[in-house]
């Protein structure tokens, strides 16, 4: 019932910095079978060095007798554009060129990677979307996307997320740039450019992914006599040549951009007043640990949407609480469905 799938689009695609991009290309993923009256869709956005296959990384919360069963929901995932998962990204041949496009890769922000998969959503004929539902850099765009198409959607779920990116977290995303660059291969075109660079700044987005709880318990010292190599060094290690093995510093440099660029409320006029926009029923969620997106920017999209709920997931993982907490984020989901269900109920009385 999983399908891997690839949509090409050859016009010229214009970005929101007015650089375009010649054509584009996006891998995606369904899960499930679409209801004659397509009214069943449930769209994921993927977090930062994820990919289409949200089987694999929130595999929790898809499959048989889940959240989003595959026998009740048509569920559509499409690898955003930057990234190195079949879509269109800068180590793509440039067909302009007829090379990768490596440093020349346009800058891409979250507005222009939700035109792209509103863009294939159109190809696919979906006019209405029962759920869009993403997690941090995902839920930015989920959030977005509610905003730019505000009658696609019902129900917007977007969890560890924000309507504008915080100084604190452009701060930790530009030290991990500043690692990358700091490589002198950095400055090369070719696929390995930055590698080693790379590795560090995953270590650095680590320590932000994470806290100092979730440290404490999974990395404590073995043994109390050591002065050197100590548990939680080798992780930081291991951690950074594990994403080296399936992504490539370009991509990760142009999508850390794309989540500092997130401000609903550019040219807009304000960020309340973009978040008005939204008609979806919402729910923001939250994570108690999260120093990344701390919950009271969840809590501050909550309170300026329409028809809106807050919820927090009591985690000590820290912002990934959203990839671990399977249990919490269900009993969630299942109270908003349920009281969406009663307003919708009422409403039609």
Request: proline share 3%.
């Amino acid at each position: 019932m999983l399908s891997h799938k690839v949509f090409n689009y050859k016009n010229n695609f214009k970005l929101e910095s007015g650089a375009q991009l010649p054509g584009f290309q996006l891998h995606y993923t369904t899960y499930g079978k679409l209801a004659d009256d397509k009214s069943n869709v449930i769209w994921v956005c993927h977090a930062f060095s994820g990919s289409s296959d949200f089987t694999e990384w929130w595999s929790g919360l898809f499959g048989s007798g889940k959240m989003y069963d595959p026998h009740r929901y048509f569920v559509i995932c499409a690898n955003m554009p930057g990234s190195c998962y079949g879509s269109t990204g800068p180590l793509s041949v440039n067909p302009v060129t007829g090379k990768p496009f490596y440093h020349d890769f346009p800058m891409l922000t979250n507005r222009d990677i939700v035109a792209s998969f509103d863009t294939l959503r159109r190809h696919l004929g979906f006019d209405r979307i029962h759920t869009i539902i993403g997690c941090s850099l995902g839920g930015q765009q989920a959030v977005e996307w509610a905003i730019s198409e505000p009658q696609v959607f019902e129900h917007l779920i977007s969890i560890g997320a924000n309507a504008q990116h915080s100084p604190w977290a452009i701060a930790f995303n530009e030290t991990q740039r500043m690692a990358i660059a700091a490589d002198a291969s950095w400055k090369e075109s070719h696929d390995q450019a930055g590698i080693e660079g790379m590795k560090a700044a995953r270590a650095v987005g680590l320590l932000s992914y994470r806290n100092k709880i979730q440290y404490d318990k999974s990395q404590a010292h073995i043994n109390d006599d050591a002065y050197d190599q100590f548990r939680a060094s080798s992780y930081q290690n291991y951690q950074g040549e594990k994403l080296a093995k399936r992504f490539n510093a370009f991509s990760y440099w142009l999508l850390s951009k794309a989540m500092d660029s997130q401000n609903v409320g550019r040219k807009r006029g304000g960020i309340e007043k973009a978040l008005q926009r939204i008609t979806s029923k919402s729910c923001f969620v939250g994570i108690t640990t999260d120093i990344l997106f701390p919950k009271e920017e969840q809590e501050f999209m909550a309170n300026h949407v329409r028809n809106a709920r807050f919820e927090v997931i009591d985690s000590d993982y820290g912002h990934d609480g959203f990839l671990l907490e399977y249990e919490k984020l269900t009993a969630i989901l299942n109270r908003f469905y349920d009281d969406a269900c009663h307003i919708k109920q009422i409403k039609q009385a």
